[in-house]
């Protein structure tokens, strides 16, 4: 079985590096992730909601609005590594990303998948998940 490693060193970029498509993501992000609890539509108020999905092409930007996000997160509002996450459905475009895998037990937030049927967490293993998320204020999967 091969193991991906990852060297990645995210790119800061900064908001004028953007072109005006991404500019609009990178605002309605930064925006959404920063407003208090109960003002976004998704909790209760009547603000931008929380949740959006970001489509296009390979090769048309994505990250790159994604690593300006990051950065202005980062440099201009104080997150850490803690109050966000990047993930990818596979191992290959996690590492492309520099995030882990989406379904990763150790560092993703998913469960072992399997032909088992369901059961829920123990209160052990939903403690933990729940430690891991504690600072979190950003999911990004790519």
């Known amino acids: ?9 995210r790119r800061q970029l900064f908001r004028n590096q953007l072109n005006q498509n991404q500019c609009m993501i990178h605002d309605l992000v930064v925006r959404c992730t920063l407003l ?5 539509s998704s909790d209760g108020g009547s603000d931008v909601g929380r949740l959006h999905i970001l489509l296009g092409q390979g090769g048309g930007g994505k990250s790159y609005a994604i690593n300006a996000i990051i950065t202005t997160l980062t440099s201009e509002h104080n997150y850490n590594a803690d109050n966000y996450k990047v993930c990818a459905t596979t191992g290959k475009a996690a590492t492309l990303i520099g995030g882990s895998i989406l379904h990763s037990h150790k560092e993703g937030f998913g469960q072992f998948v399997g032909r088992a049927s369901y059961s829920p967490l123990s209160d052990k293993a939903l403690a933990d998940q729940q430690e891991k998320c504690k600072d979190l204020k950003l999911l990004i999967v790519d």
């Open 1 to 9: 079985m091969a193991t991906l490693t990852s060297n990645y060193v």
């Open 36 to 40: 208090p609890s109960g003002q976004s």
